[in-house]
């Protein structure tokens, strides 16, 4: 990767590209500085810290936004509309016809899609915003030094109060939508996706803060703490390889096509393979699975927490509670269940072995029709579990880290973060490389 890099910054169009997208990231930080007026980011702070960690929906948010949520800044609601339309949007094309019709139309069909997608993201970054201004709003914390209440929200009453509102909502939705802007502009003129690059700054700039954490620990507790940050360092690079090697793990189902003379030419007869990657679903299965299991938190962030020790509603906080073995489970089962469903919605044996049979291919030793659609499932059911269960783990790893130390559950460095931080890694290699092999390719007018 790094020799890309070196490659790449030594063409002189590749490295005006690699500096505007270095601009756009540098924006982004900058206005992760700026804070929302009428709002106390102390007492957003100290509350995101009691509340946002354990691996639970907040956290999540929180993360993605690099630490904007918590600081409650411009920024605070990031990339996080835009990537849930995408997935509303990306659904709705296979359940709508008229969504599907779009998106068979090519290039401008995908450009009519990408502007609802669009509309829908501001549509949520309102909701978004107009919830966290509700949640803000409830926000209140005792300051451990001077006793005083803080609350979140700087208001009196009266018509204060909905100015206030008017103003907090709206500049997280001027946010978000600058955030989105920011992103399409680094597609069109910078090093790959602009939403996925946006996405990784965001989670690259909580590295640091974990990392001042494991080094908070060592120097309190170095007797305890000490060969559990260095642990906890090796595992990290362990998962870091492990997250690559699936990543790049895929199975290829060989395919052979016919051959067919016409006059005295023979055409056909080649020998290639389908690539089916084990991780055909990237993130998503655990994105849907993590909002589901969001809703019972989201509940007692509006309800409270239960005053009785007894009572459906203490032992459904209970049974969802992010540290428990029946949370873990739960979200595990999920994440499975979620990883069938979005592989199922991409990839259709049926439409890939009549494609085949239309091209004069098959898979040797496989009839055409029926037979390769059902040889083509049963691989895919296979690399499917085997995806599923490496999401899982990686998922729950965050929870597991939670349950044996509360004080290491504010690390954000593990599980699903490492995954998308290393997912994009790999995609912009991969942009850098192919510009790399356009830039040096002579063409056939050469």
């Known amino acids: 990767m790094f020799q890309t890099l070196k490659r790449a910054w030594s063409v002189p169009e590749i490295r005006k590209k690699l500096l505007y997208t270095l601009l756009m990231i540098v924006i982004f930080r900058l206005g992760s500085a700026i804070a929302v007026p009428f709002l106390n980011t102390v007492a957003v702070d100290l509350w995101m810290n009691e509340n946002a960690k354990g691996g639970n929906f907040l956290e999540y948010l929180n993360t993605i936004s690099g630490g904007n949520l918590s600081k409650a800044s411009m920024f605070a609601l990031s990339i996080t509309p835009y990537i849930n339309a995408s997935i509303i949007m990306q659904l709705l094309t296979y359940a709508l016809p008229p969504l599907e019709r779009l998106k ?11 502007k609802i997608t669009s509309f829908v993201a501001l549509g949520l970054s309102v909701f978004m915003g107009y919830a966290y201004y509700l949640t803000l709003k409830k926000m209140e914390v005792t300051d451990e030094k001077t006793g005083e209440i ?7 009453s009266g018509w204060e109060m909905w100015f206030t509102g008017i103003i907090i909502v709206a500049c997280f939705v ?5 955030v989105v802007w920011m992103g399409n502009r680094i597609s069109e003129k910078g090093i790959g996706n602009g939403v996925s690059m946006i996405l990784f700054a965001g989670i690259a700039a909580r590295f640091p803060v974990d990392a001042g954490t494991l080094l908070r620990l060592t120097m309190d507790k170095p007797e305890k703490y000490l060969f559990v940050s260095l642990g906890y360092i090796v595992f990290i690079v362990f998962e870091f390889a492990f997250i690559v090697l699936m990543n790049e793990a895929e199975r290829r189902i060989p395919i052979q096509y016919a051959k067919r003379v016409v006059g005295r030419k023979q055409y056909g007869g080649q020998k290639t393979h389908i690539p089916i990657k084990i991780m ?3 993130v998503m299965p655990i994105i849907f699975a993590m909002s589901f299991m969001s809703l019972p938190q989201t509940i007692q962030l ?6 009785k020790t007894e009572g459906f509603y203490y032992h459904f906080c209970e049974f969802f509670d992010n540290t428990s073995w029946s949370y873990a489970i739960l979200y595990f089962i999920l994440i499975i269940a979620f990883n069938y469903f ?3 919605i991409q990839y259709n044996p049926v439409e890939i072995a009549n494609n085949l049979r239309q091209s004069n291919g098959g898979i040797p030793g496989i009839r055409p029709g029926k037979p390769t659609s059902d040889y083509i499932q049963r691989i895919l059911s296979k690399l499917t579990l085997v995806g599923a269960i490496f999401l899982g783990i990686i998922a729950i790893i965050p929870i597991f880290f939670g349950m044996a130390d509360q004080n290491l559950q504010s690390l954000s460095m593990g ?5 998308i931080a290393v997912s994009v890694a790999l995609e912009t290699t991969r942009t850098l490389e192919s510009n790399l092999m356009m830039r040096h390719h002579k063409g056939f007018l050469s």
């Open 280 to 282: 055909m679903s990237g």
């Open 302 to 307: 509006f309800a409270g927490l239960p005053t």
């Open 150 to 156: 803080l609350h979140a929200v700087k208001y009196s």
């Open 174 to 178: 001027a946010g978000s939508s600058f």
């Open 104 to 114: 068979d139309e090519g290039e401008e069909g995908r450009k009519k899609i990408n």
């Open 415 to 419: 599980g699903t973060t490492i995954l």
């Open 342 to 344: 979005y592989v199922s």
